[in-house]
């Protein structure tokens, strides 16, 4: 059964969560309303922009790194593990949020991209 795309739509905006879908380069290609109020871009200015619109300057070496090994492997090692990180906000502001990550595939199993589920988080006691 092929899921109806309307309803696929649906849903994505509807989620509490934060989803952000980019392609094989990093480039944001999908972002609903609760990534909206997350990050306070709308999807008109995070669409076609690189995901280093919500990554800290400092995290984004590592993040890159990270991002071009599991799309080259078709997998990443914090698939189904929420990680505690920080994020840019449009306000230029600095926040915890809690992400998951997928890489995505496509026909034939190819990798097409990734996405991240995320929400607002405090910050880790110390």
């Known amino acids: ?58 995290l984004r070496a590592p993040h890159w790194a990270g991002y071009h090994r599991a799309i080259a492997a078709g997998q990443t090692r914090h698939a189904g593990k929420p990680t505690l990180t920080k994020a840019l906000h449009s306000s230029g502001e600095t926040r915890y ?11 034939a199993a190819a990798v097409v991209g990734s996405v991240a589920i995320a929400r607002a988080a405090k910050p880790p006691v110390r």
């Open 97 to 107: 949020v809690e992400m998951s990550f997928a890489v995505v595939t496509g026909a």
């Open 1 to 58: 059964m092929n899921p109806d795309p309307s309803l696929c739509s649906a849903i994505l905006e509807q989620s509490a969560d934060a989803i952000i879908y980019a392609d094989r380069e990093g480039i944001i290609r999908r972002w609903n309303l609760a990534a909206e109020r997350l990050f306070g871009f709308e999807a008109g200015q995070a669409v076609g922009q690189s995901l280093d619109l919500i990554i800290p300057e400092r």
